[in-house]
């Protein structure tokens, strides 16, 4: 069996276990704190970062990485189009929310509101709460504009960046920093996805001193 080292709220780590559910590759999930620096995680990634997946007898980091290789090797249901010209457009999209939105709002509300909190590393930046809070709305926007232009974030087929960007929103759904109400093309487009029953184990995530919205499971919010 699969073995991932995860954190639950990592949307790095949800983007590789949608990519597991959707493959139906059985995973035992291995909760990871990875800023204790534990030498057995070490050598199992020394940059000291999750995801870390154990598969097919080898132990991978760095998640896009990490759904490339399983995508190679378990091209079935697919979550990469068939064309150079589409397969480009999942990898922009899936950069834009690990790398842009990651750096402009993940980093800023999750990161600060949550993991702070559990590695006991200081309080909330109410400026990069602030700022978090200002720029989703942007990027709310800017996924507006694509689901009005496609089915999908990338095309006509669900990809891997609309896991991408569900692993992101889910995370942040979880604390209540979604405002579903500013476009409703966006909240369908999620409910759509969160409905697979490859989301049923993120929605299942209960974190220790933090309770998810009543809506966060709910598959007709």
Not at 172 to 193: E, F, G, Q
């Amino acid at each position: 069996m699969a073995r991932l080292f995860h954190v639950p709220l990592s949307p790095f780590c949800r983007k590789v276990r949608l990519s597991l559910a959707e493959k139906k590759i059985e995973v035992e999930l291995v909760e990871e704190r990875y800023w204790e620096a534990d030498p057995d995680f070490l050598r199992r990634n020394p940059a000291a970062k999750v995801p870390v997946l154990k598969l097919d007898g080898r132990m991978m980091a760095e998640s896009a990485a990490i759904c490339e290789y399983i995508e190679e090797t378990r091209p079935d249901p697919a979550l990469m189009p068939s064309t150079p010209e589409a397969r480009f457009e999942v990898r922009r999209l899936v950069g834009w929310f690990d790398d842009k939105f990651h750096h402009e709002v993940t980093s800023k509300l999750l990161y600060e509101r949550v993991n702070k909190k559990v590695t006991k590393s200081g309080y909330p930046d109410s400026r990069n709460v602030k700022d978090g809070a200002k720029a989703i709305k942007y990027h709310l926007d800017y996924m507006t504009w694509l689901l009005d232009h496609r089915r999908w974030l990338a095309g006509d087929a669900m990809t891997l960046a609309d896991f991408a960007a569900a692993a992101h929103l889910s995370s942040l759904d979880y604390i209540s920093d979604v405002d579903w109400n500013r476009s409703a093309v966006v909240k369908d487009w999620y409910a759509k996805i969160k409905s697979r029953p490859a989301f049923r184990s993120i929605l299942a995530d209960q974190i220790s001193g933090f309770r998810p919205p009543a809506h966060y499971a709910d598959l007709d919010f």
